[in-house]
């Protein structure tokens, strides 16, 4: 499988006038195409600063990235950003939520909006459509921004902590609800989390990063098996808790 994305000797100073602070040494990392790669690692670290780096929303000290091969210096169409917070704009409808990243891109043809309407159906949000987002629970936010994100039909999604506002029983089905969406489409992923389970049950390679200036302590392969095809059949995997011993250890290892 091809590189989709290339994360090549990242570092990364912030300055102001009083202070200068090392977020990140040398950061390097591949993701393939269609591959879904976790980033762990403690509380204020790096690892938002990483994603905003491969977005293209931040200028990297020194290091590069790319996408297909070719070098990222500015926000990239290829790229998807689904942030903590949802980011939904209380005062629009989840329609013109949806819609708002394809006006702004002049992406908005028949085609698209047959699109997006298919997902609000499939994912139970056609009722509410004309709702604004304060009217719908946490889950129901979570689904209309990743469809936001999706209707830009990306190649790369980037999700930071985006179930961390979630209920546990919450984050359990929407984690999975999502994981299955992301699949069939065959994206790939960057997911940053703190939460050791949800890594370990959504993806295919998970990196621990040490305490800030943040370096890459491991890279972990994850594999349950084709019969554990979804994140709530995969905690259920004799495997899981070898896994979670491993990061836990790892983590703890770091304090
Ligand atoms: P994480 O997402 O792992 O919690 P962040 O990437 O948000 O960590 O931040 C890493 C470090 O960089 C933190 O110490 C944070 O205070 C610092 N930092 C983040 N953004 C800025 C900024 N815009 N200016 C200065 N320091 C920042
Ligand atoms: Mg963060």
């Known amino acids: 499988m091809v590189d989709k994305v290339t994360v090549s000797n990242i570092c990364m100073n912030y300055h102001s006038i009083k202070s200068s602070t090392k977020a990140l040494e040398n950061i390097c ?17 790096g690892k938002s600063t990483i994603l905003n780096i491969i977005a293209g ?17 500015n ?22 939520n949806i819609l708002l990243g394809l006006k702004i891109q002049h992406k908005l043809t028949d085609e698209k909006v047959t699109t997006v ?12 459509i004309n709702h604004h987002p304060s009217e719908l629970s946490g889950g129901m936010r979570q ?3 990743l ?42 992923i960057i997911m940053v989390t703190h939460d050791l389970s949800e890594a370990i049950s959504m993806s295919n390679r998970i990196i621990v990063l040490s305490n800030r200036p ?18 709530l059949k ?10 979670f011993n491993e990061l836990w250890e790892e983590l703890n290892s770091l304090c």
């Open 147 to 188: 469809i936001r994100t999706l209707a830009l039909n990306p190649d790369v999604l980037l999700l930071d902590e985006p179930f961390s506002a979630l209920d546990y029983q919450t984050r359990l089905n929407i984690s999975d609800e999502i994981y299955k969406i992301l699949k069939k489409q065959n994206k790939t």
């Open 234 to 243: 995969c905690r259920e995997a004799p495997k899981f808790r070898l896994y």
């Open 75 to 96: 926000v990239s169409t290829k790229i998807g950003y689904m942030f903590q917070k949802d980011q939904l704009f209380d005062w629009l409808t989840v329609w013109d």
């Open 29 to 45: 990392f591949s993701v393939k195409d269609g591959e879904f790669l976790s980033i762990v690692g403690p509380s204020g670290c």
């Open 143 to 145: 689904r209309v921004a």
């Open 117 to 128: 309407k298919q997902l609000l159906k499939d994912y139970n949000l056609w009722n509410f």
């Open 214 to 231: 943040a370096k890459v302590r491991k890279e972990m392969s994850i594999n349950f098996g084709p019969e554990y095809d979804s994140p």
């Open 57 to 73: 929303l931040l200028p990297p000290s020194y290091g590069h990235v790319y996408i297909d091969g070719e070098l990222i210096n």
